[in-house]
Every structure is written in C-alpha cells, then in structure tokens.
C-alpha cells in the first residue's frame, strides 16, 4: 500500500512524464493495432489482382470425365469473349534450340489440341523438321487439299517464303532466344552427354568448354548448320551466311531490323512469364492457355572458367548481336503495356504455382475422389476450371504431343496395339 503512495506521489509531482508517457503509449497502440487494418483495407479496394482460387471434390467423377474438357462450358466461353477479343489461332513459333523453347511449344501443342487445329508435323521425326533448311515438301507430312495448316512449332531453320508457303497470310510469327552464352554451355552438355553427338563426344569430360572454345576449329563442324554450339540461334533464325563471319554491326543491324519486322514478338528466355503474359496479350488467349510445366531441363553444375564468356563472345559473336537488338526490343514493348503489366506477371505466377501443386497432387494414385481447381473470373481471365485430365495435358512433353498430335491427324500412323496408351506420366 505504501509503496501505491508513493507511486502516486511521484505521478503527481511528475505529471508532465506521464502525460509524455501515456501519448508514447498511445502512439504505439495506434501503429500497431489501429493502422495495419486501415492499411488493408486500402489496399483491398485499391489493388484487388488477387482473387480466391480453390480446389472441389466431385462426387460424381463422370461428369468430369471428358476428352474435349467438358468442364470449358458454353457459358465459360461467353464470359471470356466479354474480356478478349477473337483469339489468333495462325501461330508459326520458331522453335530456337536450347532456349526454353520446348515450354512453349508444349504450351501451343495444348491450345492446338483443344481446338483440333492443323499442325505442320516433321515426317520422320517427332520434333525435328530439319536441323539444316527450311520446310520443304519433304519433310513434312501433307495434309489433304482442302485443308489448311495452322500452327508450327517443330525445330525447322526460318525462311519466311517457306514458312508462308504452308501457312495462312495472317499467320504471327513468333521467336524466342536467351544470353548466349548460357545457350551454348546448356547444348554443350545437353547434346554431349544425353545425345552424344559425335562432335561434341570426343570433347574431354573434364572443362569441355575450355577446350571448346580453345580449341573450336579442332571440335566444330565444318557446316555451320551442324553444329548445336556456334551462333545456333542466329542459325535458327536463318540468318545469311556471310553475318557469320564478320563484327560489322553495320551489315548485321539491317537483318535484325527485318527479323523484327516479320516477328510479331521475340520472347527473352530470361524473362519468360513476363514473355508469356505479352505472347498471350498479343495473340488474345485466355491465362489458362499459357500455364506451363517447364520441359526438357537438364540438372548439371557446368564447369567454366572466368574467360570462357570472353572467348565465347569473339567465337559467336553474332548470337550476342541477336539477343542484344531484341531485348531492348523487348523491354520497350514492356514499357508500352501500361501499368497493370507487372501486377498481371505477378498474379500468373501464383497461379500457375497453385495449378502446378493441384496437379501434382491430383495425379497421385492415393487421390481417392475427382478433384478440380477452380480460379474465380478476375480482370486478369474469364472463369478457370482445371481437371485430371488437363493436367495429363500440362505434364506432357513436347514429344508426347506430337505424337498425340500426329496420330490425330494423320490416323494411319499410329503403332498398333497403342490405341488405348495413356500419356506418360512425368512428375
């Protein structure tokens, strides 16, 4: 009691400090408590990108259970015709090694698929139209002459003539390429160890870079288009060959102004959602057609030294002239978009995360019920449904597809005894 008193006595005789007290106090109960709620509840009305997404149990599976997803209703398709407008459906994608290429291709191989549009198919490869030209009558399977070819999306080098040739006039082109450098070390180790060929095998197991580029007249092929590791990109794009053997930027700029010129877009592999989010603002398709599973990634620790990407520059030196022009092509088309850009990467990200969890779950043999993810209508896409079977699609690389792909159009070609093979499972 005594000691109550005594507080108090000091309390009066300091009233000042506990009147300093009680406002610092208050101050910190306000930060704390008061200011986080309004704080979101500003943020709730001002920036509303995010929405809910769940995962429903179906009790009964069968109405699930179609091969033209069912589940993409007639009132789905309305909804998204009120956010888009018509989508493109001509698409040449010029398939660059070694770029992240196989994603997209996978991606266009799904959004072809659930159209039934026509797909120029290599004829003796699953996904290699030629390493060395362009299409040509024979390379390619025919399709009867009163229809009409759609899409591209196999390796095959880039001739416009060629390409429009088989394709619509309104056809869009599209590329993609990645730092040079990064290119050559993933197809040195891609093609020398899972593919060993044969230039590459006789390399040293030890720093194969090294000697590479040391040593490149002792290893590279003679023909510039044999090679997987000299300027392949600016190869696959079909630049002349005369580029490859000069550093005069004043020849090589004026090609790289008509590549831009006959390419409606030039993704960056370094950059690729951002890339994926322009590629579907440009051809008008919906979110769900670019979700993705990354393909045809190989797990390794490269041995380079520090003058590797010097001696790389002078050895492909066209590659960099290449990817140079056409980031800074890239990011100014990024900066054109408006300011809802970045949030629409940001939000294709957490959903193809979501998905991509969905579908590893559901795939799972223990999954006892049929199970959907569901993404509610935002001003990102129309309402999103994925099931089972979507998923099997998301999982399929490249090669699957186009073999699905080819015994669907061409019927007679299928093995058979593997009418009622299911894809392979790849988780």
């Known amino acids: 009691m005594s000691f109550i ?17 009680l406002l610092f106090l208050s101050a910190i109960f306000i930060i704390h408590f008061i200011s986080p709620l309004s704080y979101t509840n500003r943020c709730q009305t001002k920036q509303s ?3 809910d997404w769940s995962i429903i149990t179906v009790d009964n599976e069968n109405e699930f259970q179609s091969n033209n997803f069912s589940l993409i209703s007639d009132s789905f398709l309305a909804s998204r015709r009120q956010f888009m407008k018509e989508e493109i459906r001509h698409v040449a994608f010029l398939k660059v090694h070694k770029t992240g290429s196989s994603t997209v291709t996978s991606i266009i191989q799904r959004f072809g698929w659930e159209r039934r549009l026509n797909f120029i198919l290599p004829a003796s490869s699953p996904n290699l139209i030629s390493q060395n030209e362009s299409i040509t009558t024979n390379n390619i399977l025919h399709i009867d002459k009163d ?3 759609d899409i591209l999306c196999s390796h095959v080098i880039y001739d416009k003539k060629a390409f429009q040739k088989y394709l619509p006039k309104d056809t869009v082109f599209i590329g993609i390429v990645r730092d040079p450098f990064d290119q050559f070390v993933s197809s040195v180790y891609y093609y020398k160890y899972r ?3 044969p230039y590459l095998a006789r390399l040293p197991i030890r720093y194969p870079i090294k000697y ?3 040593n490149p007249s002792q290893y590279e092929p003679k023909i510039l288009q044999s090679s997987f590791t000299k300027s392949r990109m600016s190869v696959d794009f079909g ?3 005369e580029l ?3 550093t005069d930027k004043n020849k090589i700029l004026p090609y790289l102004r008509k590549i831009h010129s006959e390419f409606k877009l030039v993704m960056i592999k370094e950059y690729f959602d951002e890339s994926l989010i322009l590629l579907r603002r440009i051809l008008n398709w919906n979110m769900i057609d670019i979700l993705y599973i990354i393909k045809n990634t190989s797990k390794y620790v490269p041995l380079r030294g520090y003058r ?6 002078q050895h492909s030196f066209l590659d960099y002239c290449l990817y140079n022009f056409f980031v800074r092509i890239f990011w100014k088309r990024v900066r054109q978009q408006g300011e809802d850009f970045h949030a629409e990467v940001s939000y294709f990200r957490q959903l193809r995360s979501a998905v991509e969890d969905f579908c590893s779950e559901v795939m799972k043999k223990s999954a006892l019920h049929a199970q959907v993810f569901e993404a509610k209508e935002n001003e990102f896409h129309s309402y999103i449904v994925i099931n089972k079977e979507y998923c099997i699609l998301l999982s399929m690389d490249e090669v699957e597809f186009s073999n699905k792909l080819k015994w669907r159009q061409f019927p007679h070609l299928r093995p058979i005894g593997n009418q009622n093979k299911r894809p392979r499972k790849r988780w």
């Open 308 to 313: 590797d990407r010097y001696l790389h520059k």
């Open 49 to 51: 990108i995010i929405r």
């Open 244 to 246: 490859f053997h000069t």
């Open 5 to 21: 008193n005594i507080f108090y006595l000091k309390g009066r005789r300091f009233k000042k400090c506990w009147t300093w007290l």
């Open 147 to 149: 229809e009409t070819f």
């Open 239 to 241: 630049l002349p060959q």
């Open 212 to 214: 590479l580029l040391e």
């Open 195 to 197: 593919w060993n060929v």
